[in-house]
């Protein structure tokens, strides 16, 4: 059974720094792009950053040069650094996968950033 859960959200002040970790249970780790996911209140659910199997990366441009992605095969964990926080990057984190025919979430970390 493939389960992803996520871990580091928090409060935090404007200018500080978070990391997320997102464990992926089960034999899948390898087999697709991993991206995290953010939803704001009202709001939809945006891209924030994805990194391939072969370790490419994209990012959405609100966060470029403040956020980085990264993946640890060896622990099956998905990170997301995450510096120079705003308030407009308050939100629900999502860990996601997606590999042929698939399609997994985690539960969603908050991240809050106060002003």
């Known amino acids: 059974q493939v389960r992803l859960v996520e871990s580091g959200g928090g409060l935090v002040q404007a200018g500080g720094s978070l990391r997320l970790s997102c464990v992926v249970h089960?034999?899948?780790?390898?087999?697709?792009?991993l991206g995290w996911h953010r939803q704001a209140p009202g709001k939809q659910r945006e891209l924030v950053a994805s990194i391939t199997r072969g370790d490419s990366t994209n990012y959405a441009d609100s966060v470029k040069g403040r956020f980085t992605i990264s993946r640890d095969n060896t622990r099956n964990t998905l990170y997301l650094q995450m510096d120079s926080l705003k308030p407009e990057d308050t939100a629900v984190y999502y860990c996601?996968?997606?590999?042929?025919?698939?399609?997994?979430w985690g539960q969603g970390t908050q991240v809050t950033v106060s002003s």
């Open positions: 089960g034999n899948i780790f390898t087999k697709g792009i």
């Open positions: 996601n996968l997606v590999g042929v025919g698939s399609n997994y």
